[in-house]
Each structure stands twice: as C-alpha cells, then as structure tokens.
Nanobody, 126 residues
Framework: QVQLVESGGGLVQAGGSLRLSCAAS????????MGWFRQAPGKDREFVAV????????YYADSVKGRFTISRDNAKSTVYLQMNPLKPEDTAVYYC???????????????????WGQGTQVTVSS
C-alpha cells in the first residue's frame, strides 16, 4: 500500500531553519505531484507548496514564498521542504501529500491529493 512518512520536525527558535522530508513508497513516485500542507491548532489545513513529478514546476503559498523551498529526489522517492527563516506563525503540523490531477486549483486544496502522510510537528518559539 501507499505510505508517506514525514520526518524532520521539531522545536526551533524564530529565525532558525528546519528541513522536512517525506519518504514515499508503494507508488510510482515520479507520476505524482507532491505537496506540503500545514495545520495549526484550531485552524484549517492550508496549502504550503507543491512540486510537479519532474521537479520542474513549483508553487508556494504567499505566506511562505521566499522563505521555504520545496524539492524532490525521484531516485529516493522523497520530497523535501527547506524552511528558513522560520516565524512563530509557522508553528503547525506539516503534512505531505501525493496527487495526480494537476491543475492550478487542485494543487492547492485537500481534495486534489490522493494520499497523505501522518504529519510532523513544527514549533517555532519567539
């Protein structure tokens, strides 16, 4: 079965950095666009970034543009999210997700993805 496993979360001070990883198995990784979402306590899950299967097209939420970088290594079936500098408002559980129906709309919404990881906690202290 398909599994997405995130890692790399933790506690960091504002201005610091973290790199999240998401290892995928059970799917043809390069056929899927991979996205990162996050969910803060009491808030809806929101889109953060997405990368197409060939790694050539990237989109970011305005709130993270210029601070976060998404990338993927198809040979390792892994997608990454480099985050810096981090702000307290970046505190959330971060989820990776895989989808195949790429459109400018589907990539930014939860229903545009077929598989989800279990999430990793990122906490940024002020």
């Amino acid at each position: 079965q398909v599994q997405l496993v995130e890692s790399g979360g933790g506690l960091v001070q504002a201005g610091g950095s973290l790199r999240l990883s998401c290892a995928a198995s059970g799917l043809t990784f390069s056929s899927y666009y991979m996205g990162w979402f996050r969910q803060a306590p009491g808030k809806d899950r929101e889109f953060v970034a997405v990368v197409r299967g060939n790694g050539g097209t990237l989109y970011y939420a305005d709130s993270v543009k210029g601070r976060f970088t998404i990338s993927r290594d198809n040979a390792k079936s892994t997608v990454y999210l480099q985050m810096n500098p981090l702000k307290p408002e970046d505190t959330a559980v971060y989820y990776c997700a895989a989808g195949r129906r790429f459109t400018p709309t589907t990539i930014r919404i939860r229903t545009g993805y077929d598989y989800w990881g279990q999430g990793t906690q990122v906490t940024v202290s002020s």
